[in-house]
């Protein structure tokens, strides 16, 4: 019989159903995230899972917000950084979430993981908007399955990869957050479903007049996934794609700034504003660590862009 998760409140920092052990785990983890903090978590995602085959198979579901909660198995090497209090995951897109609280979108998380986009952008705080999270990989839907439930299926959720067209690919990789169906499968590997970006709108689960949030973490195929959504695109929409940090050419926002109609917008943390940029070398500035992603923004939305321009003055006011 499965043990109840243990339960954390990222607010209070409280932190209950963990023995002893369990105690002692969760101050290493947040001790080794603060110390790692400083240089991009380096190291961080390898010493919590070699911490984790010594901890019992149970989840942790870690209270984001008042109506918001994410449960993973207690221990992962990638979400575990949520014990540390001041840890942000993902500013840039965290930005843009909440400064459009207000705004009727539907978020179209793919590659959602476990769902914590999913779970945050449906919960009040953020605006309780609708969700469809996509997520191929038989393991990873499983946990975003019971993500949905835990949070009263208030999202949708799809088992599919996003790709250029409707059809399969083999789904590979040794990291939960890093399964891609580019290349060659490795071993293990999973067939999957594969649609585009447009069949959302052919299979009336999106309407063309609707708002739309993108979130495209889908593991090198991002260009793929622009090009079968180009009929989206041309909604009031934006995609939020990630641009590697070991990637100098800047792959995906080349091809977003030089390929397609949308406006290129990246987050400048020096600013804290989400700036409109014609050419690439400020991403040399901001991609200052080589082993993770950042996200950029592309729309061709005249109503996107107003509203960027006006968060961008509600955030400088509050800074004053």
């Known amino acids: 019989m499965a043990l109840p998760p243990i339960q954390f409140d990222r607010a209070s920092g409280v932190l209950e159903g963990a023995n002893l052990w369990e105690r002692t785990a969760a101050l290493a983890l947040t001790t080794g995230s603060k110390i790692s903090s400083h240089f991009s978590h380096r190291g961080y995602i390898g010493c919590a899972n070699l911490l984790r085959k010594a901890l ?10 008042e109506d918001a909660t994410f449960e993973f198995p207690y221990g992962d090497g990638y979400w575990s950084k949520l014990l540390d209090r001041s840890y942000s995951y993902e500013d840039e897109l965290e930005f843009l979430f909440r400064h459009s609280a207000d705004i009727d979108y539907t978020l179209l998380d793919c590659g959602a993981n476990y769902g914590y986009w999913s ?6 705080p953020f605006g309780s908007h609708k969700a469809i999270a996509i997520e191929p990989s038989s393991d990873n839907f499983a946990k975003l399955a019971n993500n949905a439930s835990v949070n009263g299926n208030r999202f949708e959720v799809m088992k599919c990869a996003i ?3 409707k ?3 083999q789904l590979s990789g040794t990291k939960h957050e890093k399964f891609s169906i580019a ?7 999973e067939t999957v479903p594969v649609i585009a970006l447009d069949d959302l709108l052919d299979q009336g689960k999106i309407s063309p007049g609707g708002k739309y949030l993108i979130k495209l973490d889908v593991e090198g195929v991002e260009i793929d996934a622009i090009k079968g959504g180009a009929q989206l695109l041309q909604c009031d929409s934006v995609i939020m794609c990630e641009e590697h940090g070991n990637d100098p050419d800047h792959t995906v926002s080349r091809y977003i700034l030089e390929q ?6 990246v987050y400048d943390p020096r600013s804290n504003r989400l700036e409109t940029v014609s050419e690439l070398s400020i991403l040399d500035r901001i991609k200052v660590s080589s082993h993770i992603g950042y996200n950029v923004f592309g729309t061709s939305s005249a109503f996107w862009q107003e509203r960027i321009v006006a968060l961008n003055a509600n955030a400088a006011r509050r800074m004053q």
């Open 183 to 189: 290349g060659s499968p490795g071993s293990g590997f």
């Open 163 to 165: 790709g250029a067209t």
């Open 119 to 124: 779970v945050l952008v449906t919960s009040k």
């Open 260 to 265: 397609t109609p949308l406006n290129l917008i």
């Open 56 to 65: 019992p198979e149970r989840n942790i579901a870690i209270k984001l917000n």
């Open 167 to 169: 059809g399969t690919a």
